[in-house]
């Protein structure tokens, strides 16, 4: 699983839809490229954030 997939892209698979086409995908099957819904977008982009930005220091003063 790609934990960093585009926010735009495909809500069944992450595929962004410019590379889409027709994919299979379980449990979906054969299905074409779908709008995320907004709270899927706000998820990745979350987690996009957090893989992206360095643990702080656990004891900082
Ligand atoms: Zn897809």
Redesign the pocket.
Same mark, same amino acid.
């Given at each position: 699983m790609n934990s960093a997939a585009t926010p735009s !892209? %495909?809500?069944? %698979?992450?595929?962004p839809a410019r590379d /889409?086409f027709q994919?299979w &995908?379980p449990p979906?099957g054969w /299905? &074409?490229? !779908?709008l995320p819904t907004t709270e899927q977008i706000k998820a990745r982009m979350r987690e996009r954030r957090r893989a992206r930005s360095p643990k702080p220091p656990a004891h900082a003063s």
């Open positions: !892209a %495909c809500r069944w %698979c992450g595929i /889409h994919q &995908k979906v /299905h &074409k490229y !779908a």
